[in-house]
């Protein structure tokens, strides 16, 4: 039985792109990021986070094939992320998800909701049990049809940490900083690999 998501609903509650960043930006002036757990680590981490988003907002552009393949779509995709701004993957990949909407000629459009004040959301796409951030959540705008949910990282990224967590002595914070310097130097690759291998499976 095809899976269905009250898209509208949904779209209702969220954010455009611009929306998300400005509301991370307010936040972040009054000392605060999102999410309901306040901490001067999570404040840290969404600093952080937010440099990140303004250089890949500048400097990340979908390789060709990736817009060939969203242009091809024969239908309206909505686009549903669930993110937050302390989130260090979000970081990473949200921008890339904006841009691969903004590129898609309007067939795929994006909207951005908070995991924390959506949890009757998030626990319809858990990872394993885990609420992991982020996820994108692909929906055939005329039918509500659930076409694919992907995330919270890259497959092939998601390994690298995976073989880099197993039996390691490496502590959390250098267990991060592997993973946003295979980010930094992967520069969209293994996102765009799994993206065609999603879309291509939109065919109907």
């Known amino acids: 039985m095809e899976q269905t998501l009250d898209v ?15 509301l991370i930006d307010r936040l972040l002036v009054e000392g605060k990021t999102t999410g309901s757990e306040q901490t001067p680590e999570r404040l840290e981490k969404a600093k952080l986070n937010r440099q990140r988003m ?7 552009h979908p390789a060709a094939e990736l817009t060939e393949a969203c242009s091809k779509l024969t239908f309206t995709c909505d686009l549903l992320v669930l993110t937050e701004g302390w989130c260090g993957d979000a970081s ?22 908070l995991r924390d004040e959506h949890p009757e959301l998030m626990d319809k796409f858990l990872t394993g049990s885990s609420r ?17 949910t992907w995330g919270p990282r890259p497959a092939s990224i998601s390994r690298r940490f995976a073989e880099a967590k197993e039996g390691s002595n490496h502590s959390k914070e250098e267990l991060h900083t592997l993973l946003h310097t295979w980010y930094a130097e992967d520069k969209g690759l293994a996102f765009e690999a799994d993206m065609l291998q999603l879309l291509s499976a939109f065919s109907r």
């Open 8 to 22: 509208g609903f949904w779209k209702a509650k969220g954010m455009s792109y611009p929306d998300y960043i400005d």
């Open 54 to 60: 303004k250089r890949l907002d500048k400097s990340y």
């Open 92 to 113: 990473q990949l949200v921008p890339l998800l904006h841009q691969m909407a903004a590129q898609s000629g309007g067939r795929i459009r994006d909207c951005y909701l």
């Open 132 to 148: 992991s951030i982020p996820k994108a959540v692909f929906v055939d705008a005329q039918t509500g049809r659930i076409l694919g």
